[in-house]
């Protein structure tokens, strides 16, 4: 019982292991990929939970030392997963620190690119050229406009979600139909 309750996780921990899992299912819906045109390969998958992981990250900055550590368990998580889905694709141990590397760096660089799009907000211009250039390469059928009213109505909902659901691991996602 005390050694339980001495290696259970903290409250912070597990509420970015569960953002981390929400932003998963929420960029898998099968309709911003049928619907929205965003390409259902790896690549595409990548851009949308990295989306996803982004908007979790941008409302829990700031927030305090609870937010600040649920947002760093949170990255982790996304990034132990990247490692994982690496190896589960069945790239060699040598070639995974390269590839991790790679992802990792494509990440800040999203990162700063998402900021500086929602900074230029009302105009979504540049959010939609993000989206282009991120989610929608190589899509047959883009539909960046339609993706950026999907991400803003979800950053907006999070905005109004009180910090406490957010710590407790609830996005809000999980009641969307």
Do not use: C, N
């Not at 929400?22 to 790896?42: H, I, K, N, S, W």
């Amino acid at each position: 019982m005390i050694l339980a309750r001495l290696f259970r996780p903290r409250a912070a921990q597990e509420a970015g292991r569960a953002l981390y899992a929400g932003a998963v299912a929420e960029a898998r819906r099968p309709r911003l990929y049928a619907d929205l045109g965003v390409p259902d390969t790896p690549e595409g998958r990548f851009e949308l939970y990295t989306l996803h992981v982004l908007l979790l990250i941008e409302r829990l900055r700031g927030q305090g030392p609870a937010a600040a550590e649920a947002s760093q368990v949170l990255f982790d998580t996304y990034i132990s997963a990247l490692d994982h889905g690496l190896r589960e694709l069945g790239v060699g141990d040598t070639s995974v620190g390269k590839k991790m590397r790679r992802l990792g760096e494509a990440f800040y660089g999203r990162g700063k690119s998402y900021d500086a799009a929602i900074a230029a907000l009302p105009d979504q211009g540049p959010l939609t050229a993000f989206l282009q250039r991120t989610a929608f390469a190589g899509a047959a059928s883009p539909q960046p406009q339609a993706l950026a009213d999907e991400l803003l109505a979800k950053r907006a909902a999070l905005a109004a979600l009180p910090l406490e659901r957010l710590l407790a691991g609830e996005a809000g996602w999980e009641r969307r139909p």
